[in-house]
């Protein structure tokens, strides 16, 4: 505490360097926890998904290639398929013709069997069954657009030239559901003039161990037909999907993230040093006097500590700020500002990535500058 207003008085010798290398690690810190949140939403759903005893059933030619109805009968035949439920995008918007939303259609028996992870009632279970026009909402689309159930809506569909009037019956867990509209297959058949066919199936099974023999069960019976299958877990599916596109841009946000954070180490090493160089007939005099080489490193570490705990603690604070915005700003984000979340951890990471910035940017021109003979150093001014 002997040396606190040693470090004061130094910190504020040059309040505009001062201020402007904490605003450097505030926007650095800034940036690194919202491009690393882009990994941390693929992590955490992989970890999520990872007991998940549900298969996806999807064309072999790919998701844009429509199945027939029909399957789904068939793959509840199979052995260790408890529950099949089809699966089609409608996708539209609300209001705004540039701010589009995840609204999917699913069959509506078995939603609580097939998706536990959405934490739907019974009583909402039961709403969705018996109402033809019932829509389950995402909370942060329920926040957004400041919807509550019993509402009734009005969304354009963009896959799909009609007009999709939905009442509003309950509200999906979103960290499971993500930022979605979910509502019955049979009213998007009826709006279409009930083509019969579906995007996807899901199919529950009754244990993960079970999943390689119904993978193959399913695949074998539809091969050589017109429309051939291929199912996947959901972890594999995610994992396809990040071996291409996905890995790019993941891959992409580390680099750009590590990129920002070493930049401003250096920038903010390369301040801190021509601080104490200015310095150095100050520290030779303070050494000639009794100070310790060590004294003197360490009120310079505390010095540049300050700084980066002050810039992490700021940028962590804006990025907090940033995302809780982000819903606000979905329409040129599209369904991917609604998803991202900041967790704990990444706030975390990112305040003890400025913290060690900070204590970097002391320690290392501390160091350099207090190695050589005080005689010399004196001498030298």
Not at 1 to 20: A, P
Not at 112 to 122: H, Y
Not at 312 to 324: K, P, R, V
Request: charged content about 20%.
């Amino acid at each position: 505490m002997k040396y606190l207003s040693l470090v004061l008085i130094n910190l504020t010798r040059n309040k505009r360097r001062t201020i402007l290398t904490t605003l450097s690690i505030t926007v650095s810190v800034f940036i690194f926890a919202s491009l690393i949140s882009l990994p941390g939403l693929l992590d955490q759903v992989l970890r999520d998904r990872a007991n998940s005893l549900r298969l996806i059933c999807h064309s072999k030619a790919g998701f844009s290639y429509m199945l027939p109805e029909a399957y789904r009968r068939q793959i509840e035949t199979v052995p260790h398929v408890e529950a099949v439920a089809g699966y089609s995008v409608f996708m539209g918007t609300y209001r705004d013709p540039n701010e589009q939303i995840g609204i999917l259609a699913t069959d509506d028996d078995h939603l609580r069997e097939i998706f536990p992870d959405w934490e739907i009632s019974a009583e909402t279970e039961h709403d969705f069954e018996n109402l033809r026009t019932a829509g389950l909402v995402g909370t942060t689309l329920m926040k957004v657009y400041g919807w509550k159930v019993g509402d009734t809506i009005i969304l354009r569909g963009t896959v799909y030239p009609v007009d999709l009037q939905l009442t509003i019956v309950g509200v999906l867990n979103e960290e499971a559901a993500g930022p979605r509209i979910i509502f019955r297959r049979d009213y998007m058949e009826e709006l279409l003039g009930r083509p019969g066919i579906a995007n996807l199936f899901w199919v529950k099974i009754d244990r993960s161990q079970s999943a390689p023999e119904v993978i193959a069960a399913v695949d074998e019976m539809f091969a050589n037909s017109a429309h051939e299958t291929a199912t996947e877990t959901e972890v594999a599916l995610i994992k396809s999907e990040m071996a291409g596109n996905l890995a790019l841009l993941v891959n992409g946000a580390k680099f750009l993230a590590a990129i920002v954070i070493f930049t401003i180490g250096l920038v903010a090493v390369n301040t801190a040093a021509m601080a104490v160089r200015e310095r150095r007939h100050e520290m030779a005099v303070m050494r000639a006097i009794g100070f310790t080489r060590g004294s003197i490193i360490a009120r310079i570490l505390v010095e540049g500590l300050i700084v980066g705990v002050t810039g992490g603690a700021l940028g962590c604070a804006l990025a907090l700020l940033g995302f809780e915005l982000l819903p606000h700003v979905s329409g040129a984000l599209g369904p991917l500002a609604l998803a991202l979340t900041l967790s704990p951890r990444i706030v975390a990471y990112s305040f003890m990535i400025a913290a060690l910035i900070g204590a970097a940017s002391g320690f290392i021109p501390a160091t350099l500058a207090t190695r050589g003979d005080i005689s010399t150093e004196l001498r030298a001014v």
